[in-house]
Protein backbone atom coordinates (compact mmCIF):
# COMPACT_ATOMS: atom_id res chain seq x y z
CA UNK A 1 0.00 0.00 0.00
CA UNK A 2 1.90 3.22 -0.70
CA UNK A 3 0.41 7.00 0.18
CA UNK A 4 -1.67 8.62 -1.89
CA UNK A 5 0.71 11.26 -3.06
CA UNK A 6 2.64 8.54 -5.23
CA UNK A 7 -0.80 8.73 -7.34
CA UNK A 8 0.07 12.12 -8.98
CA UNK A 9 1.96 10.79 -11.89
CA UNK A 10 -0.28 7.86 -12.57
CA UNK A 11 -2.71 10.41 -13.26
CA UNK A 12 -0.72 13.06 -15.72
CA UNK A 13 -2.49 11.11 -18.50
CA UNK A 14 -6.33 9.89 -19.35
CA UNK A 15 -7.32 6.89 -17.62
CA UNK A 16 -10.29 4.89 -17.18
CA UNK A 17 -11.02 6.20 -13.71
CA UNK A 18 -14.52 4.23 -11.49
CA UNK A 19 -15.43 6.04 -8.40
CA UNK A 20 -18.06 4.27 -6.23
CA UNK A 21 -19.56 5.23 -2.84
CA UNK A 22 -20.76 2.43 0.04
CA UNK A 23 -24.67 1.05 -0.40
CA UNK A 24 -27.39 3.65 0.47
CA UNK A 25 -25.47 6.81 0.16
CA UNK A 26 -25.50 9.80 2.32
CA UNK A 27 -24.48 13.47 1.57
CA UNK A 28 -20.81 12.92 2.32
CA UNK A 29 -20.10 9.84 0.35
CA UNK A 30 -22.37 11.45 -2.95
CA UNK A 31 -20.42 14.41 -2.31
CA UNK A 32 -17.31 13.27 -2.25
CA UNK A 33 -17.56 11.18 -5.31
CA UNK A 34 -19.01 14.20 -7.07
CA UNK A 35 -16.12 16.45 -6.32
CA UNK A 36 -13.98 14.23 -6.92
CA UNK A 37 -15.27 13.19 -10.50
CA UNK A 38 -15.74 17.25 -11.16
CA UNK A 39 -11.43 16.71 -10.55
CA UNK A 40 -10.97 14.12 -12.57
CA UNK A 41 -12.74 15.03 -15.35
CA UNK A 42 -10.89 18.12 -15.87
CA UNK A 43 -8.27 15.97 -16.59
CA UNK A 44 -9.93 14.37 -19.68
CA UNK A 45 -10.41 10.85 -17.91
CA UNK A 46 -13.03 8.44 -18.53
CA UNK A 47 -14.69 8.71 -15.35
CA UNK A 48 -17.78 6.66 -14.25
CA UNK A 49 -19.53 7.23 -10.55
CA UNK A 50 -21.05 3.75 -9.39
CA UNK A 51 -23.84 3.83 -6.88
CA UNK A 52 -24.74 0.25 -5.32
CA UNK A 53 -28.22 1.28 -5.00
CA UNK A 54 -30.47 4.73 -5.51
CA UNK A 55 -29.51 7.07 -2.91
CA UNK A 56 -32.58 10.54 -2.16
CA UNK A 57 -34.00 12.68 -3.55
CA UNK A 58 -32.33 15.67 -1.70
CA UNK A 59 -29.02 14.89 -2.41
CA UNK A 60 -29.84 14.59 -6.79
CA UNK A 61 -28.84 18.92 -6.90
CA UNK A 62 -25.51 17.84 -6.87
CA UNK A 63 -23.49 18.90 -9.85
CA UNK A 64 -22.68 15.31 -11.86
CA UNK A 65 -26.06 13.37 -10.30
CA UNK A 66 -27.03 12.91 -13.86
CA UNK A 67 -24.42 10.95 -14.82
CA UNK A 68 -24.09 8.84 -11.96
CA UNK A 69 -24.72 4.97 -12.62
CA UNK A 70 -26.80 2.89 -9.99
CA UNK A 71 -25.76 -0.49 -9.91
CA UNK A 72 -29.21 -1.88 -9.10
CA UNK A 73 -31.09 0.33 -11.81
CA UNK A 74 -30.84 -2.30 -15.02
CA UNK A 75 -27.48 -1.14 -15.32
CA UNK A 76 -25.33 -4.01 -14.44
CA UNK A 77 -23.87 -5.25 -17.48
CA UNK A 78 -23.06 -1.95 -18.75
CA UNK A 79 -21.08 -1.21 -15.16
CA UNK A 80 -19.96 -4.97 -15.31
CA UNK A 81 -17.87 -4.32 -18.78
CA UNK A 82 -16.59 -0.72 -16.77
CA UNK A 83 -14.86 -1.92 -14.16
CA UNK A 84 -13.54 -5.70 -16.24
CA UNK A 85 -11.57 -2.56 -18.10
CA UNK A 86 -11.45 0.41 -16.11
CA UNK A 87 -7.41 1.14 -14.72
CA UNK A 88 -8.37 2.52 -11.35
CA UNK A 89 -11.45 1.87 -9.23
CA UNK A 90 -11.92 4.92 -6.20
CA UNK A 91 -13.73 3.90 -3.20
CA UNK A 92 -15.33 6.33 -1.21
CA UNK A 93 -16.53 6.86 2.21
CA UNK A 94 -16.04 2.77 3.03
CA UNK A 95 -13.17 1.13 3.97
CA UNK A 96 -14.50 -2.81 3.70
CA UNK A 97 -15.81 -4.14 0.29
CA UNK A 98 -19.05 -5.60 1.78
CA UNK A 99 -20.39 -2.50 2.69
CA UNK A 100 -21.07 -2.13 -1.22
CA UNK A 101 -22.28 -6.06 -1.45
CA UNK A 102 -22.32 -7.51 -4.81
CA UNK A 103 -20.14 -4.47 -6.63
CA UNK A 104 -17.74 -5.68 -3.96
CA UNK A 105 -17.05 -8.75 -5.74
CA UNK A 106 -16.63 -6.93 -9.04
CA UNK A 107 -14.38 -4.88 -7.49
CA UNK A 108 -11.99 -6.91 -5.82
CA UNK A 109 -12.29 -9.37 -9.23
CA UNK A 110 -11.15 -6.50 -11.50
CA UNK A 111 -7.26 -5.43 -12.27
CA UNK A 112 -7.99 -1.93 -11.94
CA UNK A 113 -5.70 -0.34 -9.35
CA UNK A 114 -7.63 0.56 -6.27
CA UNK A 115 -7.61 3.50 -3.84
CA UNK A 116 -9.36 4.56 -0.73
CA UNK A 117 -10.49 7.29 0.55
CA UNK A 118 -12.08 6.72 3.80
CA UNK A 119 -12.76 7.93 7.61
CA UNK A 120 -14.75 4.85 8.50
CA UNK A 121 -12.72 2.52 11.75
CA UNK A 122 -12.30 -1.00 10.19
CA UNK A 123 -10.24 -0.72 7.38
CA UNK A 124 -9.76 -4.26 5.06
CA UNK A 125 -6.65 -3.98 2.72
CA UNK A 126 -7.87 -4.05 -0.67
CA UNK A 127 -6.44 -0.63 -2.23
CA UNK A 128 -2.90 0.23 -3.65
CA UNK A 129 -3.44 3.49 -2.58
CA UNK A 130 -5.40 5.08 0.76
CA UNK A 131 -5.94 8.34 2.21
CA UNK A 132 -7.49 7.25 4.93
CA UNK A 133 -7.86 9.08 8.77
CA UNK A 134 -10.30 8.41 10.97
CA UNK A 135 -9.97 11.42 12.57
CA UNK A 136 -11.27 13.04 9.69
CA UNK A 137 -15.21 14.75 10.01
CA UNK A 138 -15.63 13.42 6.69
CA UNK A 139 -14.67 11.92 3.76
CA UNK A 140 -15.62 15.03 1.78
CA UNK A 141 -12.92 16.71 3.97
CA UNK A 142 -10.30 13.81 2.20
CA UNK A 143 -11.49 14.96 -0.84
CA UNK A 144 -10.47 18.57 -0.17
CA UNK A 145 -7.25 17.46 1.30
CA UNK A 146 -6.39 14.94 -1.89
CA UNK A 147 -6.88 18.16 -4.04
CA UNK A 148 -4.16 19.55 -2.06
CA UNK A 149 -1.67 16.61 -2.53
CA UNK A 150 -2.27 16.61 -5.92
CA UNK A 151 -1.14 19.61 -6.51
CA UNK A 152 -4.85 20.79 -7.67
CA UNK A 153 -6.54 22.71 -5.15
CA UNK A 154 -6.62 25.44 -7.80
CA UNK A 155 -9.26 23.08 -10.24
CA UNK A 156 -11.37 23.39 -6.99
CA UNK A 157 -14.86 24.87 -8.69
CA UNK A 158 -18.39 25.98 -6.76
CA UNK A 159 -19.92 22.58 -7.76
CA UNK A 160 -17.18 20.78 -6.15
CA UNK A 161 -16.83 23.05 -3.61
CA UNK A 162 -20.60 22.81 -3.14
CA UNK A 163 -20.15 18.70 -3.43
CA UNK A 164 -17.65 19.22 -0.56
CA UNK A 165 -19.37 21.31 1.68
CA UNK A 166 -22.44 18.98 2.26
CA UNK A 167 -20.66 16.12 2.69
CA UNK A 168 -18.56 18.26 5.78
CA UNK A 169 -22.02 19.73 6.83
CA UNK A 170 -24.21 16.35 7.52
CA UNK A 171 -21.46 13.90 8.96
CA UNK A 172 -20.43 16.96 11.54
CA UNK A 173 -24.18 17.41 12.59
CA UNK A 174 -23.54 20.80 10.85
CA UNK A 175 -20.76 21.06 13.24
CA UNK A 176 -21.74 19.66 16.38
CA UNK A 177 -19.41 16.81 16.38
CA UNK A 178 -16.59 16.51 17.96
CA UNK A 179 -15.19 15.50 15.38
CA UNK A 180 -15.52 19.58 13.73
CA UNK A 181 -11.76 20.30 14.20
CA UNK A 182 -10.68 23.82 13.59
CA UNK A 183 -9.29 22.17 10.53
CA UNK A 184 -12.63 21.46 9.67
CA UNK A 185 -13.55 25.23 9.85
CA UNK A 186 -11.03 26.68 7.96
CA UNK A 187 -12.06 24.21 5.33
CA UNK A 188 -15.36 25.23 5.20
CA UNK A 189 -13.91 29.08 5.13
CA UNK A 190 -12.48 28.20 1.81
CA UNK A 191 -14.98 26.77 0.47
CA UNK A 192 -16.99 29.94 1.52
CA UNK A 193 -14.43 32.05 -0.54
CA UNK A 194 -14.81 29.70 -3.31
CA UNK A 195 -18.33 30.53 -3.60
CA UNK A 196 -20.28 28.35 -1.40
CA UNK A 197 -23.42 29.65 0.38
CA UNK A 198 -23.92 27.60 3.03
CA UNK A 199 -27.83 28.60 3.76
CA UNK A 200 -28.68 27.31 -0.56
CA UNK A 201 -26.71 23.82 0.75
CA UNK A 202 -28.32 24.13 4.20
CA UNK A 203 -31.78 24.28 2.31
CA UNK A 204 -31.40 21.76 -0.44
CA UNK A 205 -30.80 18.96 2.40
CA UNK A 206 -32.94 19.71 5.28
CA UNK A 207 -36.12 21.72 3.45
CA UNK A 208 -36.55 19.78 1.02
CA UNK A 209 -38.77 17.50 2.55
CA UNK A 210 -42.24 15.96 1.42
CA UNK A 211 -45.48 15.75 3.37
CA UNK A 212 -45.22 12.03 3.53
CA UNK A 213 -41.70 11.93 4.94
CA UNK A 214 -43.14 14.80 7.72
CA UNK A 215 -46.12 12.71 8.39
CA UNK A 216 -44.36 9.38 8.73
CA UNK A 217 -41.66 11.57 11.21
CA UNK A 218 -45.00 12.53 13.34
CA UNK A 219 -46.27 9.10 13.90
CA UNK A 220 -42.90 7.49 14.73
CA UNK A 221 -42.28 10.03 17.38
CA UNK A 222 -45.76 9.23 18.54
CA UNK A 223 -46.31 5.68 17.98
CA UNK A 224 -42.82 4.21 17.91
CA UNK A 225 -40.43 5.86 20.20
CA UNK A 226 -39.62 3.99 23.24
CA UNK A 227 -37.66 5.71 26.33
CA UNK A 228 -36.26 3.32 28.63
CA UNK A 229 -34.74 5.85 31.85
CA UNK A 230 -33.42 2.77 33.71
CA UNK A 231 -30.57 2.08 30.38
CA UNK A 232 -30.68 6.03 29.24
CA UNK A 233 -31.88 4.50 26.12
CA UNK A 234 -34.33 5.04 23.80
CA UNK A 235 -35.59 3.58 20.23
CA UNK A 236 -38.00 3.80 17.28
CA UNK A 237 -39.03 1.46 15.05
CA UNK A 238 -40.47 1.10 12.04
CA UNK A 239 -42.14 -2.19 10.17
CA UNK A 240 -42.43 -2.60 6.22
CA UNK A 241 -46.31 -1.82 6.55
CA UNK A 242 -45.30 1.84 8.25
CA UNK A 243 -43.09 2.34 5.27
CA UNK A 244 -45.60 1.76 2.64
CA UNK A 245 -48.18 3.68 4.46
CA UNK A 246 -45.99 6.26 3.91
CA UNK A 247 -44.60 5.80 0.66
CA UNK A 248 -40.96 6.01 1.92
CA UNK A 249 -38.35 7.02 -0.08
CA UNK A 250 -34.63 6.45 0.12
CA UNK A 251 -33.26 9.20 2.83
CA UNK A 252 -36.80 9.49 4.34
CA UNK A 253 -35.27 7.85 7.33
CA UNK A 254 -32.42 9.56 7.51
CA UNK A 255 -31.53 11.62 11.03
CA UNK A 256 -34.14 9.92 12.62
CA UNK A 257 -32.54 8.41 15.11
CA UNK A 258 -31.05 11.60 16.73
CA UNK A 259 -34.35 12.86 17.60
CA UNK A 260 -34.49 9.80 20.04
CA UNK A 261 -30.44 10.88 20.84
CA UNK A 262 -31.61 14.91 21.79
CA UNK A 263 -34.27 13.54 24.53
CA UNK A 264 -32.93 14.68 27.95
CA UNK A 265 -30.38 12.41 29.87
CA UNK A 266 -30.19 9.70 26.79
CA UNK A 267 -27.14 8.21 26.21
CA UNK A 268 -27.73 5.71 23.51
CA UNK A 269 -30.35 5.84 20.89
CA UNK A 270 -31.39 3.45 18.18
CA UNK A 271 -33.87 2.86 14.85
CA UNK A 272 -35.14 -0.07 13.65
CA UNK A 273 -35.74 -0.27 10.03
CA UNK A 274 -38.13 -3.45 7.98
CA UNK A 275 -36.44 -3.59 5.02
CA UNK A 276 -38.46 -6.73 4.35
CA UNK A 277 -35.60 -8.57 3.04
CA UNK A 278 -33.78 -7.35 6.30
CA UNK A 279 -33.40 -5.35 9.87
CA UNK A 280 -31.45 -2.21 9.18
CA UNK A 281 -30.52 0.24 12.40
CA UNK A 282 -28.72 3.05 13.26
CA UNK A 283 -27.16 3.56 16.72
CA UNK A 284 -26.06 6.95 18.21
CA UNK A 285 -24.33 8.04 21.45
CA UNK A 286 -22.61 10.76 23.13
CA UNK A 287 -19.93 10.43 25.46
CA UNK A 288 -17.81 7.38 26.11
CA UNK A 289 -20.53 4.93 25.08
CA UNK A 290 -18.96 3.20 21.77
CA UNK A 291 -21.85 2.47 19.29
CA UNK A 292 -19.35 1.12 16.80
CA UNK A 293 -18.33 -1.77 19.33
CA UNK A 294 -21.94 -2.78 20.32
CA UNK A 295 -22.96 -3.09 16.93
CA UNK A 296 -19.91 -4.35 16.00
CA UNK A 297 -20.42 -7.28 18.67
CA UNK A 298 -23.99 -7.89 18.04
CA UNK A 299 -25.69 -6.54 15.07
CA UNK A 300 -23.10 -7.50 12.29
CA UNK A 301 -21.94 -3.39 11.95
CA UNK A 302 -19.68 -0.57 12.64
CA UNK A 303 -18.39 2.80 11.94
CA UNK A 304 -18.22 5.73 14.21
CA UNK A 305 -17.48 5.53 18.17
CA UNK A 306 -20.92 7.73 18.08
CA UNK A 307 -22.53 6.68 14.73
CA UNK A 308 -22.92 3.39 13.62
CA UNK A 309 -25.49 1.02 11.99
CA UNK A 310 -25.95 -2.76 11.97
CA UNK A 311 -28.08 -5.60 9.58
CA UNK A 312 -29.95 -8.21 10.64
CA UNK A 313 -32.07 -10.71 8.69
CA UNK A 314 -34.15 -11.82 11.39
CA UNK A 315 -37.65 -10.11 11.89
CA UNK A 316 -38.14 -6.97 13.50
CA UNK A 317 -39.66 -8.01 16.67
CA UNK A 318 -37.27 -10.41 17.55
CA UNK A 319 -34.33 -8.03 16.86
CA UNK A 320 -36.19 -4.96 18.84
CA UNK A 321 -36.02 -7.85 21.76
CA UNK A 322 -32.69 -9.02 21.42
CA UNK A 323 -31.72 -5.37 21.67
CA UNK A 324 -33.51 -5.07 24.82
CA UNK A 325 -32.06 -7.88 25.93
CA UNK A 326 -28.03 -6.44 25.86
CA UNK A 327 -29.01 -3.69 27.74
CA UNK A 328 -28.96 -5.19 31.25
CA UNK A 329 -25.25 -6.17 30.01
CA UNK A 330 -24.68 -2.13 29.62
CA UNK A 331 -26.60 -0.70 32.40
CA UNK A 332 -23.02 0.42 34.40
CA UNK A 333 -21.53 1.98 31.37
CA UNK A 334 -24.97 4.11 30.41
CA UNK A 335 -25.79 4.87 33.43
CA UNK A 336 -22.36 6.59 34.03
CA UNK A 337 -21.97 9.84 33.69
CA UNK A 338 -20.47 11.70 30.92
CA UNK A 339 -16.44 13.02 32.02
Known sequence: MQHIEALKPELEKPRKIAVI?????????LGSCLALYGYL??????????????????LKWMKG????????????????????????????DFSSLDRIEDLGKLVAASKAVKVLIDHHPGKENFAAYELYDTKASATAELIYDFLHLM????????????CIYAGIMTDTGSFKYSSTSSKVHRTIADLIDVGVTPEKIHRLIYDTNSENKIKML????DQRLKVLREFNTAYMYISDDDLKRFQSK????????NYALSIEGIKLAALFIDRTDSVTMSFRS???FSVSEFASAHFNGGGHKNASGGKMTIPLGEVVDFFESLLPFYKDQLRQPDA
Open 151 to 162: GAIDTLTVDMAE
Open 218 to 221: GFVL
Open 21 to 29: PHRRPDADA
Open 41 to 58: VQGEHEVKVISPDEYPDF
Open 286 to 288: VGD
Open 250 to 257: NGDTEGLV
Open 65 to 92: NESVLVYENGEKRKIEKFLETADFIFCL
